[in-house]
């Protein structure tokens, strides 16, 4: 069973910048998708940045030109640069995984790995 441990989080202020990290527990061979998503209190979970194994990149609309989502293709480590972060950022922030080809950043389903994740918070 692969884990997924993720880092990084935080408080900070708005305008802020984070970065996110996550690692497997263990060697893992290459997953076919890679994402970051969120959840705030009385939300659902929400896709935020995914990359596929080929090096497309999907962001939700509300991140673009402000994230940055890359991996260590040797370990498959996973990393979101957040800058000028708004409070409607905070949110616990999860690391995810997937061996399927339905894996995309609106299909949650279709990922099997998770990390417990990492909190972040923005004040205004």
């Known amino acids: 069973q692969v884990q997924l441990v993720e880092s990084g989080g935080g408080s900070v202020q708005a305008g802020g910048s984070l970065r996110l990290s996550c690692a497997p527990s263990?060697?893992?061979?290459?997953?076919?998708?890679m994402g970051w998503f969120r959840q705030a209190p009385g939300k659902e979970r929400e896709g935020v940045a995914s990359?596929?194994?080929?090096?497309?990149?999907e962001y939700a609309d509300s991140v673009k030109g402000r994230f940055t989502i890359s991996t260590d293709n040797a370990n498959f480590t996973l990393a979101l640069e957040m800058n000028n972060l708004e409070p409607e950022d905070t949110a616990m922030y999860y690391c995810?995984?997937?061996?399927?080809?339905?894996?995309?950043?609106?299909?949650?389903?279709?990922?099997?790995?998770w990390g417990q994740g990492t909190q972040v918070t923005v004040s205004s």
């Open positions: 990359i596929h194994y080929g090096g497309t990149t």
């Open positions: 995810a995984a997937s061996y399927r080809a339905t894996a995309t950043l609106r299909t949650i389903g279709a990922f099997d790995y």
């Open positions: 263990r060697s893992i061979t290459r997953p076919y998708c």
